[in-house]
């Protein structure tokens, strides 16, 4: 997975890749956007689901993750941030499996519930089925 982003890797403090892959079979694939200021930069993985999600997919089975810091290799599993958990958990199975990449050849796998065990919902919805 080559982690790179909609042409604008020069200006990326960070390069993360994500690739989510659809119940339909369908690769998802999506990098990190850098905007001026914080608030409206978006991560590789959200970018990923929105896009199945607009694509009308909403049944998912995995998700990779790889990248870091732009200028130099990754020093680092990259794992998914928290809102990124959070918005993954609502959408997605509770098991799925997510791979953290580091190199190819390094790998760490975890659950979306390992990876956010005491999630929030809105009161008076489940975990996935019921999205507002
Ligand atoms: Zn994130």
Redesign the pocket.
């Known amino acids: 997975m080559e982690a790179s982003c909609c042409g604008m890797a020069e200006t990326l403090r960070e390069r993360v890749g994500a690739a989510l892959l659809g119940g339909d079979g369908r690769l998802y694939c999506a990098g990190n956007i850098e905007c001026w200021g914080q608030t409206p930069s978006i991560?590789?993985?959200?970018t990923a689901l929105f896009k199945a999600l607009s694509e009308l997919c909403t049944d998912f089975a995995a998700l990779a993750v790889c990248g870091g810091p732009a200028d130099r290799e990754p020093e680092d599993f990259c794992t998914?941030?928290?809102?990124?958990r959070q918005v993954l958990l609502q959408f997605c199975p509770l098991d799925m499996p997510v791979l953290c990449v580091k190199r190819p050849q390094e790998v760490r796998e975890y659950t979306l519930a390992q990876l956010l065990p005491d999630y929030w919902t809105r009161p008076g919805t489940s975990q996935q089925g019921e999205h507002p």
């Open positions: 991560c590789a993985e959200r998914p941030c928290g809102v990124c």
